[in-house]
């Protein structure tokens, strides 16, 4: 910032959520002589877990400010990222079923059998011309008499 240098990384909030991040995290691990004073003078002014609140805060405020983001989309991500971990943590405890010979026998002998099974209810939206037919047809290339230069030409004239 003392240089007047016209980069993006000149910007005020970076120096300040920078600073501010770096000497919460120094506090918070103790690292170094600078980091165990923070620690210190911050628990003897309050509990040793307010002090963990107070330099948890600042590295979070330190991150916002550092990338001159809002509030409100570091809930968003915090709370996207626990949604993904709670789905992925209740996939792992879901039990895959596992089938034996016994429970296979008896499934398939209380099976109906294809013959006997309820037909399909057809699609109620689609036409019945196109239930039947739409899968016996092949797909026919439109022709190339589409691509004529007096087709393209009207076109053309017809955008002016």
Same mark, same amino acid.
Do not use: C
């Given at each position: ?10 910007? $005020? ?6 600073? =501010?991040? =770096? ?49 409100? @989309?570091?809930?968003?991500? +915090? ?11 209740? @996939?792992?405890?879901?039990? *895959?079923?596992?089938? *034996?010979?016994? *429970?296979?026998? @008896?499934? !398939?002998? !209380?099976? $109906?059998?294809? !013959?006997?099974?309820? $037909? ?7 036409? +019945? ?5 739409? @899968? ?10 589409? +691509? ?13």
């Amino acid at each position: 910032m003392l240089t007047k240098l016209k980069t993006p990384v000149n910007e $005020p909030h970076i120096l300040v959520g920078a600073s =501010l991040f =770096l000497l919460s995290v120094s506090g918070l691990t103790r690292a170094g002589v600078l980091g165990r004073e923070i620690w210190l003078s911050t628990a003897s002014l309050i509990t040793s877990l307010g002090a963990l609140l107070i330099l948890f805060g600042g590295v979070l405020i330190g991150l916002i400010v550092l990338f001159n983001t809002s509030f409100d @989309q570091v809930i968003m991500v +915090l709370l996207n990222f626990l949604r993904a971990v709670a789905n992925r943590l209740i @996939q792992i405890r879901k039990p *895959s079923p596992r089938i *034996s010979r016994e *429970s296979s026998l @008896q499934i !398939s002998e !209380s099976t $109906p059998s294809p !013959s006997r099974a309820a $037909p399909k209810p057809k699609d109620e939206f689609a036409p +019945l011309s196109t239930l039947s037919t739409a @899968q016996s047809k092949v797909w026919e290339y439109p022709p190339l008499s589409l +691509l004529s230069i007096r087709f393209m030409t009207n076109l053309h004239s017809a955008n002016l």
